[in-house]
């Protein structure tokens, strides 16, 4: 126990304590970081049902005063208990609305939340490939588990959103629809970090977006895995699959309107072009606006069948082109600034003439993230890859900066294969 730190029995909580530690794993309670300020008599109830005591930090809150106090060491912790999911309805004006009412500012650096990520990661990838082979297999989804599944990786992106997103640049191949599935369920949480959307709210948008494709293991996998240009009756059954995603959500628990629109209308355009209903403009939900963009950023820097994947500021270009037609415009936009003008993964030549690859952003400097370098400057693969921070660099003797944007596999590099 650390001199800030006082060991109080929960029934002695009050609002405006700042609880730092419980005497269980904060693992499986529905407290997102480790470290809550206590801001309602619902957050005391809940750590009522989770704990016999709890530690407070006495620097950081209400200290607790005279008898109150209690310690209890020889009192034997609760057992974790499993959680039911705590989904909550948001109306679409109540989600524009929260816009900007969080705030996320980088509370662990890169390296340090690496390992986390790397953990959370390897959950969630493991958990969607389950989900998914259910799916394909004829088994029900346990929608109560998604939400759960997603939070850990939630979490990681909130402490440090690079961290996850490096990892999941690097994650190895396999099949599309897993991969897909786990990158658009980060980058969904990633948007709604960016933009300052409440934490609970970010857990939504993640779980959502992990089913957005979900239908699609319901059709034929003929058809998901031709490289022909689809006929009428082709685009007609694979057009089925957001209708076929529905069913089995809906089948696997109730879910809130929010995240089912989500997977609803992640294929209805701005100007009313898109499917399964037409809809156009504002009758498309905000996260379904949110979705579309999310599910094409991904599927375009993807390898599909039919497609090679593209270079992420290509991806991103589209993406633009089609503002106000396809996709909504301040999404675009809010999209642009949260992935970077040089996202992470993304291959870089730089001024120097080596290349390297973007491992994270500087904030502050949008043209100057942090790289790693992986060739010298005649293109030959270094033996020790060495970090460089382009913020820190351009303020040197010897200025090194991005001079342009690569394709994928260009100089037969492969980031996946030079990491893994």
Request: hydrophobic fraction near 45%.
């Amino acid at each position: 126990m650390t001199l800030d730190e006082r060991k109080l029995a929960v029934n002695e909580l009050k609002v405006g304590m700042y609880v730092c530690r419980l005497d269980r794993p904060w693992e499986g309670t529905p407290f997102l970081l480790q470290g809550v300020m206590i801001e309602s008599e619902d957050d005391i109830r809940t750590f009522d049902g989770l704990c016999a005591y709890v530690f407070v930090d006495v620097e950081r809150g209400l200290a607790p005063v005279g008898p109150a106090l209690q310690l209890l060491d020889a009192a034997p912790p609760k057992p974790a208990a499993p959680l039911k999911p705590r989904w909550r309805a948001y109306g679409n004006d109540e989600i524009s609305a929260l816009q900007g009412a969080a705030t996320y500012p980088e509370q662990i650096e890169f390296e340090q939340e690496l390992p986390q990520a790397r953990e959370a990661h390897a959950q969630a990838a493991a958990f969607a490939e389950r989900v998914l082979d259910d799916v394909r297999e004829g088994r029900a989804v346990a929608v109560e588990e998604v939400r759960s599944a997603v939070e850990p990786m939630v979490r990681s992106l909130v402490r440090n959103a690079d961290a996850f997103l490096w990892l999941d640049a690097l994650r190895a191949r396999g099949a599309y629809e897993y991969r897909h599935a786990l990158s658009c369920s980060a980058l969904a949480a990633a948007f709604g970090r960016h933009v300052g959307l409440p934490q609970e709210l970010l857990i939504d948008m993640a779980s959502g977006a992990l089913l957005l494709d979900v239908g699609k293991l319901r059709l034929d996998p003929d058809l998901l895995g031709s490289s022909a240009a689809y006929d009428d009756d082709a685009r007609r059954r694979m057009r089925a699959h957001v209708e076929q995603g529905l069913a089995i959500v809906d089948a696997g628990g109730a879910v809130p309107e929010h995240v089912r629109d989500m997977i609803r209308t992640h294929h209805e355009w701005i100007d009313g072009g898109g499917y399964p209903r037409r809809l156009e403009g504002d009758a498309i939900p905000l996260l379904g606006r949110v979705a579309a963009v999310v599910d094409a950023y991904d599927a375009m820097t993807s390898e599909r069948p039919h497609q090679p994947a593209a270079a992420q500021h290509i991806a991103l270009q589209s993406l633009y082109r089609g503002r106000g037609s396809q996709f909504a415009a301040e999404i675009v936009e809010q999209f642009m600034q949260c992935m970077s003008v040089y996202p992470i993964g993304a291959l870089v030549e730089l001024s120097s003439g080596e290349v390297a690859i973007v491992t994270a952003q500087n904030a502050a400097r949008r043209l100057q993230p942090r790289v790693m370098v992986l060739t010298d400057p005649d293109k030959q693969v270094l033996s020790q890859f060495h970090s460089l921070d382009l913020m820190v660099r351009a303020n040197s003797d010897d200025p090194v900066r991005i001079a342009s944007a690569l394709a994928p596999g260009a100089y037969g590099l492969d980031p996946v294969d030079l990491f893994l």
